[in-house]
């Protein structure tokens, strides 16, 4: 069992591209199936070498994901770290198991991010609002904004009615009493100042 192993040589590239795109990250491991031992590793997270013992039993227990491709599935490392491992049973011409390729993801930087992500996404304090009364230039994103998060849709793709919804909203919250409304307006809108103009001038000839 060493490089010369002609299921070494085959799947030598293979293991070694899988093992370089996930550099440092994954380990990648080359059982022989018959004699249950380790072929090669590239990588190795869990401290396995060619020669010790595969102790593969554990794939006859799984429900192939398909085509002889085992999991996702978790491991635990003594470190406490969680793998995410997918194994591959690599069968001869005759369709007999000839060797396993096991792909171990070492998923502590995944949890990381997750973690920090979650962190920003944590629930936070009611807005001050006595920060914003003046400040209408934030009103005026805060009514698109909202509206556009709610219908799923970026200003540009707005019908006009929804864009007749939206100026009410504005009108209603005394945004164009502001001199330099219009253009902040429209430029939140994705839409010229003369197209603004007419909405607003359709806005207020329609009868509430």
């Known amino acids: 069992m060493t490089d010369e192993d002609p299921r070494v040589q085959m799947w030598a590239p293979v293991c070694g591209a899988v093992a370089a795109l996930l550099a440092p990250h994954a380990e990648v491991i080359l059982h022989d199936a018959r004699r249950d031992r380790v072929l090669r590793v590239w990588n190795p997270l869990s401290r396995r070498a060619t020669g010790d013992p595969s102790l593969l039993g554990e794939l006859r227990r799984?429900?192939?994901?398909?085509?002889?491709?085992?999991?996702?599935?978790?491991?635990?490392?003594?470190?406490g770290r969680r793998l995410s491992s997918v194994s591959a049973v690599l069968r001869d011409p005759d369709g007999r198991p000839s060797a396993v390729l096991c792909v171990n993801l070492d998923r502590t930087p995944l949890d990381q991010a997750a973690t920090l992500l979650a962190a920003f996404a944590a629930p936070t304090a009611p807005r001050p609002e006595p920060l914003f009364e003046q400040d209408w230039t934030d009103r005026v994103h805060q009514i698109v904004g909202t509206y556009v998060?709610?219908?799923?849709?970026?200003?540009?793709?707005?019908?006009?009615?929804?864009?007749?919804?939206?100026?009410?909203?504005?009108?209603?919250?005394?945004?164009?009493?502001?001199?330099?409304?219009?253009?902040?307006?429209?430029?939140?809108?994705?839409i010229s100042r003369s197209t603004l103009y007419a909405l607003l001038s359709d806005l207020r000839r329609t009868p509430s």
């Not at 799984?62 to 470190?79: I, N, R, S």
């Not at 919250?173 to 939140?188: C, L, S, T």
């Open 62 to 79: 799984l429900d192939p994901t398909g085509d002889g491709v085992y999991g996702p599935y978790e491991k635990l490392l003594p470190d």
């Open 149 to 190: 998060r709610a219908h799923g849709r970026p200003a540009e793709r707005l019908t006009r009615d929804d864009r007749l919804a939206v100026l009410a909203e504005l009108d209603e919250a005394g945004v164009f009493a502001v001199r330099r409304a219009v253009p902040v307006v429209a430029a939140a809108l994705r």
